[in-house]
């Protein structure tokens, strides 16, 4: 790949995700790490810019829309690596997913729609073969997290002679950061146990979920648990809010 103008461009800056993630890059990056902000109002750009501090001073902003096909393709010409937090990506994500294939730029997002993952595969992902462009999805906390709470899991229950997972589920302790959580929830109602076994009996049958806790999850689906003859692994996991625009939000 030839030397382009930017290491890393963040698509989507302004938006809470992007915001924190900007933060991360800031504090991460390392010096003469070349990073852009990109997004579609200049002024919003400057002001997450602006609270960088000494690290983001002299990072380029670009202005460019979701929907702006030929931008985005200019944009993904002038970076080694492209990460987008906008959503949702079904409608905001196929043009700078294609644009970073058409250009062999690496591609990296949060998402956790898996429809729009099928796509990209289906449309993209012979090109990107073509260009050298590694298209890498579901970079976000309903990802990664629940990705390596099931493999700690089931590594916990190889090493314990307990058999190998069933199935799995995401388990909410604990919530912070949500945007559509409310304060009169209780928290016992976004608690759960692993399902009853015959090897676990009813010490871990779940507690009762309201309905209106179930609405607002929306990962919920089978539980953890192991086969039934190895006892049960329910455990601690995380859980995800979507917010509109700016991709997956930490709940």
Do not use: K, Q
């Not at 460019?64 to 944009?75: H, I, K, P, S």
């Not at 906008?86 to 196929?94: E, H, L, S, T």
């Amino acid at each position: 790949m030839a030397e382009r103008p930017f290491d890393v461009v963040l698509f989507g800056a302004t938006g809470f995700v992007g915001a924190l993630t900007a933060e991360h890059l800031a504090a991460a990056g390392g010096p003469g790490t070349r990073v852009a902000l990109a997004g579609r109002s200049p002024e919003r750009l400057a002001e997450v810019r602006s609270r960088l501090g000494e690290p983001g001073r002299d990072w380029a902003l670009v202005e460019v829309d979701a929907t702006d096909a030929v931008g985005l393709r200019r944009l993904a010409a002038r970076t080694t690596v492209l990460a987008t937090t906008v959503g949702p990506y079904a409608r905001d994500g196929r043009h700078v997913v294609t644009a970073c294939a058409e250009e062999g730029t690496h591609y990296a997002d949060l998402t956790g729609e898996l429809l729009f993952v099928r796509w990209a595969l289906e449309t993209v992902d012979a090109r990107a073969r073509e260009t050298g462009a590694r298209i890498v999805h579901s970079c976000g906390f309903d990802s990664i997290p629940s990705d390596l709470g099931v493999l700690l899991t089931a590594d916990r229950a190889s090493a314990d002679g307990e058999g190998t997972l069933a199935d799995t589920t995401l388990v909410v302790r604990s919530m912070r950061g949500a945007s559509r959580v409310e304060p009169s929830t209780p928290p016992a109602s976004r608690r759960s146990r692993c399902r009853p076994t015959p090897a676990c009996g009813a010490s871990c049958a779940p507690r009762t979920r309201s309905a209106r806790a179930r609405r607002m999850n929306p990962l919920h689906g089978p539980r953890h648990a192991r086969d039934a003859s190895a006892g049960c692994a329910g455990g601690p996991g995380p859980s995800a809010t979507p917010r509109r625009g700016t991709g997956w939000a930490a709940s």
